[in-house]
């Protein structure tokens, strides 16, 4: 038995909380209310031994601070998901799994009261996509530590030579392809145009990812399931347009993206084998030192590399009606779009002002911290997932970890603990502001985060690669992964089902 895994059975949490998004006026911060310190917390984390390892270097830190001592344990994933009950403290895991502990009830709703704690610092949190995936139903249940979504990683210098310019739709993206594949003997060393990651476990997660600004209509929460009937929606015309454009991206380079992971996309790019790829930067292999919170970043020589925000789409299709419509963008987003029609000359864009949506895909990895309902020391608890991740500490302990990314908007002083040391402090900067801007939007689409995603998500991975190798059409592909959908959510119970899934929109049923 896992020492932080329980097998008793738990109460049920009944704390009232309120939602982390919603209105920006000027915030009343609460000053925390310190409990008694207890002799120990204990915090569980899930399935990531860097940032396991990072941690460790700050118990002392911590214990010197609030005189308690601190107890980390390390679990895997398989461990979670069979427990019935959490005998750590706190708990750090991926935001993909909120649901099941929420559903099972093994964290507890965080109290309207802490949210507004100066600790939390919450004003400094991107919002509101920054931190929809710490809510489930209408209450937040969590805290975020970083959570990355897909951007464009490229080469600059051959972008230049091209007269490239990032694509701002899926249609300009497979104009660039095109044309950097025709330029592939003019590269030195560049083997590829693009690698997307297609391996077991992301080609589902790409997939959604580039349908997202496709399938994300202004007057519809759900996307992937019809919140009604529970009735899958991945084999509509959103989807199967997605699979159809990512297949022609990948013709050329099919193998090489049904192999690679993000990682593997990134290092292709880094080492000079690939022009393009869909990935994110990491810093986690560099973090090795004792964090120090006023620690200095030193840099070797930097690499040509620029990032853009994934593609977004100039329709959206409309559920009910079924049929595509043209984007309707806000002043904003117009604005933005002006100024990059005054690049278009000599590029591959048209120029015009078109308006497009841009929809970032959320919980594709990342890590968020909650409190466990079996704590004896809530607030305690809650205080150690404030100091973890706050503005002083967050900046040295999460970079540590690959499944994270900046969250905070003061990370954006200091964007290059976030990417590979090799990449220039130009580059970094212009990352952190993409991540800045995806999760400040009004709108997005998650992961699924219901009970039992991996069976869905897994689904949808056979059908992605089904469709790349040329074994199905993606209409056929898409269809026969929905029935599996159909299948999972019937046997778990529909009813249990929808009401989660209802929940992982931030609504309550």
């Given amino acids: 038995m896992h020492r932080l895994l329980g097998l008793a059975p738990l109460s049920v949490v009944a704390t009232a909380a309120l939602t982390f998004s919603g209105c920006k006026k000027p915030e009343n911060v609460q000053p925390a209310t310190i409990p008694s310190p207890p002799k120990s917390l204990r915090l569980l984390i899930v399935d ?21 001592e601190l107890e ?128 077991p476990g992301w080609a589902g997660k790409l997939l959604l990812a580039r349908a997202a600004s496709y399938a994300k209509h202004r ?16 084999d509509s015309p959103p989807f199967v347009r997605a699979l159809e454009e990512l297949i022609a991206a990948t013709k050329a380079t099919g193998s090489a993206s049904l192999a690679a992971t993000p990682n593997g996309s990134r290092d292709a790019v880094l080492s000079g084998r690939a022009a393009m790829a869909v990935t994110w930067p990491t810093g986690a292999q560099k973090v090795t030192a004792a964090p120090s919170a006023a620690g200095a970043d030193s840099k070797p020589e930097s690499l040509s590399i620029g990032f853009a925000e994934l593609p977004g789409a100039l329709q959206s299709y409309n559920p009910k009606s079924k049929s595509w419509e043209t984007v309707q963008a806000d002043d904003e987003t117009r604005s933005s779009r002006d100024h990059e029609n005054q690049q278009d000359r000599g590029s591959n864009r048209s120029s015009g002002s078109q308006s497009r949506q841009s929809i970032p895909l959320l919980s594709i990895s990342g890590r968020i911290g909650s409190v466990t309902s079996a704590s004896q020391s809530p607030e305690s608890a809650f205080r150690l997932l404030c100091w973890l991740s706050g503005d002083e500490w967050s900046a040295q302990i999460c970079p540590a970890s690959p499944a994270t990314t900046l969250f905070r908007r003061s990370h954006l002083d200091k964007p290059s603990r976030w990417v590979e040391p090799e990449i220039a402090s130009g580059a970094a900067k212009q990352y952190a502001e993409i991540v800045a801007s995806a999760l400040s939007r009004p709108q997005w ?23 790349v190798e040329g074994k199905q059409s993606p209409a056929e592909a898409l269809s026969a992964a929905a029935k599996r959908w159909q299948e999972t959510a019937a046997k778990i119970g529909i009813d249990s089902q929808r009401a989660a899934y209802i929940r992982s929109l931030d609504l309550e049923p």
């Fill in 72 to 199: 980390i344990q390390e679990e895997p994933l398989a461990a979670l998901a069979a427990a019935k009950a959490l005998t750590a403290d706190a708990v750090i895991f991926a935001p993909s799994e909120i649901g099941s502990l929420a559903e099972r009830r093994l964290i507890r709703p965080i109290p309207a009261a802490w949210l507004n704690r100066e600790e939390l610092h919450k004003s400094d949190l991107f919002d509101p996509g920054g931190l929809a995936e710490c809510q489930w139903g209408e209450q937040t249940f969590a805290v975020p530590f970083g959570s990355p979504v897909f951007v464009l990683m490229y080469r600059r210098d051959v972008f230049e030579r091209d007269h490239l310019q990032p694509p701002r739709d899926w249609a300009e993206y497979q104009q660039v392809v095109a044309k950097l594949e025709g330029h592939i003997k003019e590269s030195k060393g560049i083997q590829t145009a693009v690698i997307e990651p297609l391996a």
């Fill in 445 to 467: 689409i998650g992961c699924l985060r219901i009970p039992r995603s991996a069976d869905y998500m897994a689904a949808l991975d056979d059908a992605v690669r089904a469709a």
């Fill in 219 to 234: 007057d519809y929460y759900a996307t992937l399931f019809d919140k009604e009937t529970m009735a899958p929606q991945i």
């Fill in 48 to 68: 990531d031994p860097a940032l396991t390892q990072q941690i460790g270097r700050v118990k002392g830190e911590w214990k010197a601070r609030f005189g308690a």
